[in-house]
């Protein structure tokens, strides 16, 4: 049993999941919390986006089982620690638990949750294909931030969040700095490569600092404490499952 958990755990790469929760919650500190103070309807956004980024996690390592089984063989999949058929299972399972966590608030945060996993795909199909791939993971965590936004706008309302400017200046910010880490990241398998996985980790991690920088400056000293705390269980995770 333990080794299954460690498997699936790895498979989801839950290290990087406490990167998801500051990103929603930095989605909805800069729209100015959320519609009439309903946390229950950021609590689903929450589970949402998580619930997603595990998904999308699975489907990356189906669409990479036969090359892993060359080059990182000891990856769930390939190493028989999961079965293909279980793997496309809970997949389907999580996105549809996604699915009714998003629309518990059903607005244009919705159009975010599909762009977020119509990029996660297309991030999984053409990664190994073409450089341009790396621009669907930052705009899949700007997607996450406007899922957590939306919740600051009443349900079945289709207006911008409220502080639009401060949800985009915080989503460009985290696109430009998982722009910067994607390109690193590209070179981590590279024998002759000074970024090595162990470094795109703790820039992932990173992520938390980030929205951690921005919180504070909104602020929300108590939800920069919560995301500067993500940040040290990312790092504790990382023990567990790798973050890349």
Not at 21 to 35: F, R, S
Not at 113 to 129: A, E, R, S
Request: proline letters at 6%; hydrophobic letters at 50%; aromatic letters at 8%.
């Amino acid at each position: 049993m333990k080794q299954t958990l460690l498997a699936w755990a790895q498979l989801f790469r839950i290290s990087n999941l406490p990167t998801v929760w500051t990103n929603v919650l930095l989605g909805v500190t800069a729209a100015g919390g959320p519609h009439q103070g309903r946390w229950e309807l950021s609590a689903f956004a929450l589970a949402a986006g998580s619930l997603l980024y595990a998904a999308l996690m699975v489907d990356h390592d189906l669409c990479d089982a036969q090359r892993d089984a060359t080059e990182r063989p000891n990856r769930p999949i390939p190493a028989g620690r999961i079965a293909t058929r279980n793997a496309y299972v809970v997949a389907v399972a999580i996105i549809s638990l996604s699915i009714l966590c998003i629309l518990q608030n059903p607005n244009p945060g919705f159009a975010c949750w599909l762009g977020i996993l119509g990029f996660g795909v297309l991030y999984n199909q053409t990664h190994h294909k073409t450089a341009w791939s790396i621009l669907f993971p930052p705009l899949c965590r700007v997607g996450v931030i406007g899922v957590g936004a939306y919740t600051a706008v009443g349900i079945n309302q289709t207006e911008w969040p409220p502080n639009a400017g401060l949800v985009a200046g915080s989503a460009c910010s985290l696109a430009v700095y998982l722009l910067i880490v994607s390109c690193l990241a590209r070179k981590e398998h590279k024998p002759d490569s000074k970024f090595k996985p162990t470094h795109i980790g703790w820039l992932l991690s990173g992520i938390c600092l980030h929205d951690a920088i921005w919180l504070l400056l909104l602020g929300a000293p108590g939800l920069a404490g919560v995301a500067v705390g993500c940040f040290v269980l990312c790092r504790v995770l990382a023990k567990v499952a790798s973050p890349s």
